[in-house]
């Protein structure tokens, strides 16, 4: 599991990380993406999910907070950033640190 990132989502939001040396692992559905996290969680340190898939498995990612490792990023797709990603940073740094050090809201 050395630093092995990948990443997983539609193709086309996918494709040019494969030319930076990223596994990438196609997946047009969140049940699809789940099954994929499951199966490659134990093998990367940082795996980048697109955010339309990260959305609808909130619950299921929660299980990942738990363990150092794998690190679940969520990203936005080609389809440009629906602000969920946002969302994940703010709640995790104010759990983390008990306050907004970034967003300031």
């Known amino acids: 599991m050395n630093g092995k990132i990948a990443i ?10 494969k030319a930076a040396g990223v596994a990438t692992f196609p997946a047009e559905n969140e049940v699809r993406a789940r099954e994929v996290l499951r199966k490659i969680a134990g093998e990367y340190r940082i795996i980048f999910l697109t955010e339309e898939l990260a959305r609808p498995l909130t619950e299921f990612l929660k299980r990942f907070d738990e363990e150092p490792y794998p690190v679940v990023l969520s990203i936005p797709s080609k389809n440009g950033s629906t602000g969920h990603g946002t969302e994940l940073l703010k709640s995790a740094m104010e759990r983390a640190l008990g306050v907004d050090i970034l967003f300031n809201n």
């Open 8 to 17: 997983v989502g539609d193709g086309d939001s996918i494709t040019v990380f």
